[in-house]
Nanobody, 121 residues
Framework: QVQLEESGGGLVQTARSLRLSCAAS????????MDWFRRAPGTEREFVAA????????TYAPSVRGRFTIAGDNAKRTTFLQMNSLKAEDSAVYYC??????????????WGQGSEVTVSR
């Protein structure tokens, strides 16, 4: 069982920055991976970024590449999403997710409750 809690969301102006945090607890591994997703009203859930913490390998959606940075503090089991040069279209509820694999096959994610980000225009 894994519990995730996002924090750091809020209201921010266009072109400013914001940092989200995702704290994990429960039965996680030292080399766990973490994903960030977001959902805006009237849209499908969108992948944002992912990190493989054991190798520090990161993946970004084209819409955020060059503006967002994902990082982690494995000792604190916390993952961060640094969001720079924010745009109005970045407004969404942001969720972190912990993917679970069985014999190398993805079986599902644990999800946090979400943290809302609103970028004013």
């Amino acid at each position: 069982q894994v519990q995730l809690e996002e924090s750091g969301g809020g209201l921010v102006q266009t072109a400013r920055s914001l940092r989200l945090s995702c704290a994990a607890s429960g039965r996680t591994f030292d080399d766990y991976a973490m994903d960030w997703f977001r959902r805006a009203p009237g849209t499908e859930r969108e992948f944002v970024a992912a990190i493989k913490l054991d190798r520090n390998i990161t993946t970004y959606a084209p819409s955020v590449r060059g503006r967002f940075t994902i990082a982690g503090d494995n000792a604190k089991r916390t993952t961060f999403l640094q969001m720079n040069s924010l745009k109005a279209e970045d407004s969404a509820v942001y969720y972190c997710a912990y993917p679970v694999y069985l014999r190398g096959t993805w079986t599902g994610d644990y999800w946090g409750q979400g943290s809302e980000v609103t970028v004013s225009r």
